[in-house]
């Protein structure tokens, strides 16, 4: 360590210093901003400047947030959306990155296959979930199938257009060298485009939270999108704030996972 130190010169050790000052001061600006959003939302809501019964204020959530915890219902409605939201992520990640894969290897099935991603892509897919409901049932496959449905075409895109861009000499070198097409997917494609899958993952952390919030919506009877329509139903608008509030968290949890995720797999990679 004190070799390392000893190359670590002045200027560097200066802007190392100056990144960790950034990073601390964006933090801390972040917290503020909310602090400051939370505060001005209870001001405005006890000075009536907004009609509490239709806007909550922070201090009802909290108080309906510990009602709800301690007859257990909060962790029962969470779990279910996480859960859902969970399964739903991993299997479009996982389909989509198998079709992709699939359409790469053959280009005629690639061809063949386009035009029609390109339609379904194109779809509205929250007017398709009534249909869905329609044909699976009111049970928790049509949720899981919407979340999928949501996700699964642009983790598709994403991944084949990351494989079709990869450099075609890294992929003239492993034939030349009797390499197979499996060699070339996991030696070339499947390392080169980490980064790309990456980022599929995050933009489907959203998406399948989406699609399970528009299944539950519909058909659930229990959940975090269950709860705003039933709270909305009864106006019971606390219920609903506090929901749109725990899916913000959630979000930001699932969105931190793949984070890690990432660093993980850029490691792998390296």
């Known amino acids: 360590m004190k070799n390392n130190k000893q190359f670590i010169s002045d200027e560097h050790q200066k802007y190392l210093c100056q990144v960790k000052k950034t990073e601390i001061a964006i933090r801390i600006t972040q917290i503020i901003i909310l602090l400051s959003l939370i505060l001005f939302w209870e001001v405005a809501a006890r000075l009536r400047w907004i009609d509490p019964f239709i806007f909550s204020q922070p201090t009802k959530i909290v108080s309906t947030a510990w009602e709800m915890i301690l007859d257990g219902s909060l962790f029962v409605h969470t779990g279910i959306s996480l859960a859902e939201t969970a399964i739903g992520f991993l299997l479009s990640t996982f389909l989509g990155t198998a079709i992709a894969i699939l359409l790469w290897w053959n280009h005629f099935i690639l061809k063949v296959a386009d035009p029609y991603l390109v339609i379904i892509n194109s779809l509205p897919k929250t007017a398709l979930a009534p249909i869905l409901i329609v044909w699976m049932g009111n049970n928790m496959k049509s949720i899981l199938f919407t979340a999928i449905l949501m996700s699964i075409v642009v983790t598709t895109l994403t991944v084949l257009n990351g494989f079709l861009e990869v450099d075609q000499d890294k992929i003239k070198l492993i034939e030349t060298f009797g390499g197979s097409k499996r060699d070339i997917l996991t030696k070339v494609m499947l390392p080169a485009n980490v980064p790309t899958m990456i980022n599929a993952l995050k933009v489907n952390v959203g998406l399948s939270l989406v ?60």
């Open 211 to 270: 699609g399970v919030m528009v299944g539950e919506f519909l058909v659930a009877q229990a959940g975090l999108g269950y709860l705003i329509i039933y709270g909305s139903q009864i106006f019971k608008l606390d219920w609903v704030m506090l929901s749109i509030v725990i899916l913000g968290v959630l979000a930001a949890l699932l969105y931190k996972c793949v984070m890690i995720l990432e660093k993980r797999f850029l490691k792998w990679r390296e």
